[in-house]
């Protein structure tokens, strides 16, 4: 299994400009969710899937899209780049009725 | 709501010292608290975790018991090692079976030969 993957590793945008980050797992895990980390403040929940077709907010969503069409796949899009969205970003899944969650490498995005 | 809060970092050590890393949390319900480590350039693991009070998570010589009554999940490792520098992050499980988890700011810690 490779778990959870996230592409791409690196991205630099200019403010205004939108992109998708995208998220993969091959656990077959129910929960998908968007985590940002930055300085000082931990990470924080930006939007999350209970399942396929079913998403909602976390804690930090505006700028932020998501959809789930799929088990396996769960992108994070940016609608319209901001100099506030520079972060590293963390894709996490985990099965229902577990704990455990799985985190992806990340994905260190700079908005210029 | 739910929040997290562990002890300001940076934690420097040397080598072979014991290590006790603080972390408090407020919380409805009963959650699960975690330990994730992140080490330099990766993304995050878990290290330990504890689903009820009084429950003592433990891996790779790292420990955490579930005080209920102090409302506290501290780390705590014997003998530190160059190869434990990281940044640790204390969580709990959000409310609902959504997934969702609460982590506190991290603390650095840097281990010196």
């Known amino acids: 299994n490779a778990g959870v993957t996230q592409t791409p590793k690196f991205q630099v945008l200019k403010t205004g400009q939108s992109m998708t980050l995208q998220c993969a797992q091959d656990?077959?895990?129910?929960?998908m969710s968007w985590y940002r980390q930055d300085p000082g403040m931990g990470l924080r929940l930006i939007h999350y899937s209970v399942g396929a077709g079913i998403t909602d907010q976390g804690e930090v969503p505006n700028g932020y899209n998501v959809s789930r069409s799929t088990t396996e796949d769960f992108p994070l899009r940016l609608l319209s780049a901001a100099p506030s969205q520079t972060s590293v970003y963390f894709c996490?899944?985990?099965?229902?009725?577990?704990?455990?969650?799985?985190f992806g490498p990340g994905t260190r995005l700079t908005v210029l | 709501g739910d929040s997290v809060t562990q002890m300001e970092g940076p934690v420097t050590l040397s080598e072979e010292a014991f290590l006790t890393i603080n972390c408090t949390y407020t919380?409805?319900?009963?959650?699960?608290l975690f330990w994730y480590v992140q080490y330099p350039g990766e993304g995050l693991q878990l290290l330990l975790k504890?689903?009820?009070?009084?429950d003592k998570g433990s891996n790779k010589g790292f420990e955490a018991t579930y005080r209920k009554e102090t409302t506290s999940f501290h780390l705590e490792k014997g003998s530190v090692q160059v190869s434990d520098s990281a940044v640790y992050f204390c969580?709990?499980?959000?409310?609902?079976?959504?997934?969702?988890?609460?982590f506190g700011q991290g603390t650095t810690l840097q281990v010196k030969p």
């Open positions: 996490a899944s985990k099965a229902g009725g577990t704990d455990t969650q799985y």
């Open positions: 504890a689903t009820k009070a009084d």
């Open positions: 919380a409805t319900g009963y959650p699960s």
């Open positions: 969580a709990l499980s959000g409310s609902g079976n959504t997934g969702k988890l609460i």
């Open positions: 656990m077959n895990h129910e929960y």
